[in-house]
């Protein structure tokens, strides 16, 4: 029987590894995890916001990889179906915690129904969608309440529906829209706030270089 093709480093595909790794083979376990580990690191920062607690839920998702692997039957690519069970190592975590500063089951402040114009809180935001710094988007998710944080990227980064993010949040599919908005005004706030304080700054610099020359 033929040998399977390995990589130019002498790795094999991740095909072979992932039929090996179910199998028990260590080594393959261990090229999967060369893999995808820092993809699913980034995915687990971005939603727990703390390097430290990124890298033990990371090893959290990958001892559940070890688990579960035999369940994996090809119905989507590899990545995807690790991307979501990671993320749901870190929701079962998350689940565990208390998060005071947004409670899921809040109803919708009494100002989001009466001031200015109605507006679907499902909708797109333009100023998130269409921004292209990505650097200043991380810090404000950062910044974001845990609950907001996590609704909103199960729902704009992860593309989650709100029925399934109802679900896996245990709460109405109205308090998720409801947290999905609220999420996406405090990082329109944020944003806005990080603009201004770039704008003062550059004044600043244009000042003192303007100074140095007289």
């Known amino acids: 029987m033929a040998r399977p093709r390995r990589s130019a480093e002498g790795e094999i595909p991740e095909a072979e590894a992932i039929r090996r790794a179910q199998g028990g083979d260590p080594d ?22 703390n390097p430290a607690e990124a890298e033990d839920l990371t090893q959290e998702a990958f001892l559940q990889l070890f688990r579960k692997i035999h369940t994996f039957r090809g119905d989507a690519a590899f990545s995807t179906w690790l991307h979501r069970l990671s993320v749901n190592v870190v929701l079962m975590r998350l689940r565990k915690k ?23 809180v499902g909708a797109e935001d333009p100023l998130i969608e269409g921004s292209l710094d990505r650097v200043r988007l991380e810090r404000a998710l950062v910044e974001l309440p845990p609950g907001y944080r ?33 999420a996406r005004t405090r990082l329109r706030e944020i944003l806005q706030d990080f603009e201004r304080d770039r ?8 000042s003192e270089k303007t100074g140095s020359r007289e």
């Not at 809040?106 to 114009?117: K, M, T, V, Y």
């Not at 729902?155 to 029925?163: A, I, L, R, S, T």
């Not at 704008?199 to 244009?206: D, F, G, P, S, T």
Request: glycine fraction near 4%.
């Open 98 to 120: 208390t998060l005071p500063q947004t409670s899921l089951d809040e109803p919708a402040d009494a100002e989001d129904e009466s001031s200015g114009p109605k507006r679907d």
């Open 199 to 206: 704008a003062r700054q550059q004044r600043l610099e244009a």
């Open 150 to 182: 996590m609704v909103f990227l199960l729902h704009d980064v992860q593309g989650y529906e709100h029925n399934e993010i109802a679900r896996i949040m245990d709460c109405s599919i109205g308090n998720s829209k409801s947290q999905l908005h609220k």
């Open 28 to 49: 393959a376990f261990e090229r999967l995890y060369r893999l995808h580990s820092r993809r699913v690191y980034s995915v687990v920062l971005r939603m727990v916001g």
